[in-house]
């Protein structure tokens, strides 16, 4: 599976521009996705995370500049670049004001653009990492597990725009066990009839326990093997190793998946689980780099909420025995 460096957003109503920029961003190794004027970036924006959004500025419908109040808005990690035909000094004014990091008039120069993009790229992966370090911070004020692992995958979903993201825990047994899958695949599975099949426990329920059964063999067989255990695992669908295609059953649509394992004093304790869909880019470097910052204060975590409803579970026993001790001294 190539990783992608970045995910970059093309808007442009000009089809010879977005096909430009399309092949000379890839050539790059950037994922690009494109939108052919600004109602259709916004659309896109929703169900896709961009770093970099590189839009025309007059288009029909939503232009530029509404295309960038809406990142800004909801994106405030991601940068835009404005290109537009004539820059009007007003224009550069209003869009330099609502957060545009740059400007580029047309007929422009790929090479400067790239050079443009690389640099907007690198802003937004420094304050990605600020928003990871707010994000992880909250792990440790959760002692119940349930809800740790509840915040912990709508974080790695947010991180990485996944379609699905797990929990898996060793059972004490050697093997894995999905602890939390978010959406909640408990909650799910009441109302599986009616969902779209777009992540590994949205499926018919006639296939769900299939479906999870053969998910925690695979990741089982992961943790079982010691040279491996510790070593992220990532791959496509239509490129997945032999020993986990039965994990793409029929009924999903599931396009790429991570594994990544958490680790605690050199001990593998788990793995957090991402998918996503063949509706957005697969996982990029970014999104891999991402989660390893964030996967140890995860493992930490989820150590100090289990530590702490072993010893919730213990003090009742321990009054029950000091009350038997204190019977038997009468």
């Known amino acids: 599976m190539s990783v992608q460096k970045g995910k970059i957003l093309v808007v442009d109503d000009e089809q010879g521009i977005r096909e430009l920029l399309i092949s000379e961003f890839s050539k790059l190794g950037y994922g690009v996705l494109f939108a052919v004027n600004g109602e259709d970036a916004i659309s896109k924006l929703q169900s896709e995370k961009a770093e970099l959004i590189i839009t025309d500025m007059n288009m029909p419908k939503l232009d530029g500049m509404d295309v960038l109040k809406y990142v800004k808005e909801n994106s405030p990690e991601s940068e835009v670049i404005i290109i537009t035909g004539y820059a009007a000094v007003e224009n550069v004014l209003e869009a330099m004001q609502n957060g545009a990091y740059g400007f580029i008039q047309k007929p422009f120069n790929i090479d400067e653009l790239a050079a443009l993009a690389e640099k907007a790229m690198e802003k937004t992966e420094l304050k990605t990492l600020v928003s990871i370090y707010k994000d992880a911070s909250r792990f440790f004020s959760y002692l119940n597990l349930k809800e740790l692992l509840s915040v912990i995958t709508a974080a790695a979903m947010k991180i990485t725009h996944c379609s699905q993201a797990g929990v898996f825990l060793a059972d004490g047994s050697g093997k894995l ?56 695992v990532f791959f496509d669908s239509d490129s997945a190793p032999e020993a986990y295609k039965s994990i793409f059953i029929p009924g999903i649509d599931v396009k790429s998946v991570v594994l990544y394992p958490m680790v605690l004093n050199e001990k593998v304790t788990g793995y957090l689980f991402m998918a996503k869909d063949s509706r957005v880019l697969p996982f990029s470097r970014a999104d891999l780099k991402n989660i390893s910052i964030v996967v140890s204060q995860i493992s930490q975590a989820v150590y100090n909420a289990q530590t702490f409803e072993r010893l919730e579970a213990a003090v009742p026993k321990q009054d029950a025995a000091e009350s038997l001790s204190a019977d038997e001294a009468l």
Request: proline letters at 5%.
């Open 177 to 232: 066990y999905l602890a939390f899958s978010q959406p909640d695949a408990a909650e799910q599975k009441k109302e599986l009839e009616n969902m779209p099949s777009y992540s590994f426990f949205s499926v018919s329920s006639d296939i769900y326990d299939k479906q999870k059964t053969e998910i925690e063999k695979a990741v089982s067989e992961i943790y079982a093997d010691e040279s491996k255990r510790a070593e992220p």
